[in-house]
């Protein structure tokens, strides 16, 4: 069980933290083949829509959807940084939550909404701490003061703690990109505190 101190002690007597370590394990264990997969591994059709009599691709098998775009809500979803090749790498799926993984995570918190404070993904890499809303750059959330806020102190944090320079902002500002767990967690649960932390480093490695 080990000791709780200090501010880490006071947040764990006050709310209960649950960590998903791998959310794509499928691709997870593919990066071993192709290290830098970063989608599902569901067959997911053929280039150019061209299959062969035996039921297989002409030119290629294809697999998988981004789970970074296969989040809802529908009017967000499939709408901007994503291609619909089904070998993209940003293929959104054909529809929200069409992968069994992004399906199973949105049921959890989605039993879990009355509960939800602060909801937290991790990516690699960039050093970044990215804010709503992700879907697009020009959208700019009513809570916006708040997230400054948040950035700053996040950015302050990490180069007190460990010299590392992180940035701070919107997450479609970086890229506007439909689909993302955040977004849905922000728009469809409610959940004001939803976050994307990119972590080191910034491309050296």
Request: charged share 20%.
């Amino acid at each position: 069980e080990g000791e709780k101190e200090g501010e880490v002690g006071e947040i764990l007597d006050t709310f209960q933290v649950v960590i998903a370590p791998c959310i794509n394990p499928d691709g997870y264990v593919h990066t071993q083949v192709e290290r830098l997969w970063r989608k599902t591994r569901k067959p997911s059709g053929c280039r150019g829509g061209v299959a062969n009599w035996f039921g297989g691709c002409f030119l290629e098998q294809c697999f998988g959807a981004d789970p970074n775009r296969n989040w809802g809500p529908v009017g967000v979803w499939n709408t901007t940084g994503v291609q619909n090749n089904p070998c993209s790498i940003v293929y959104p799926g054909t529809g929200p939550f069409d992968q069994a993984n992004t399906a199973a995570v949105r049921s959890y918190l989605e039993s879990q909404q009355s509960k939800l404070q602060l909801y937290v993904t991790y990516h690699s890499y960039s050093q970044l701490f990215l804010t709503p809303v992700g879907y697009s750059a020009e959208v700019v959330p009513e809570d916006n003061a708040h997230y400054l806020a948040v950035g700053e102190a996040v950015v302050r944090a990490l180069a007190a703690r460990h010299g590392t320079e992180y940035t701070a902002m919107r997450s479609g500002e970086l890229y506007p990109a439909s689909g993302d767990s955040p977004d849905w967690v922000y728009l469809k649960l409610g959940v004001r505190d939803s976050y994307t932390v990119e972590l080191r480093d910034t491309g050296e490695y």
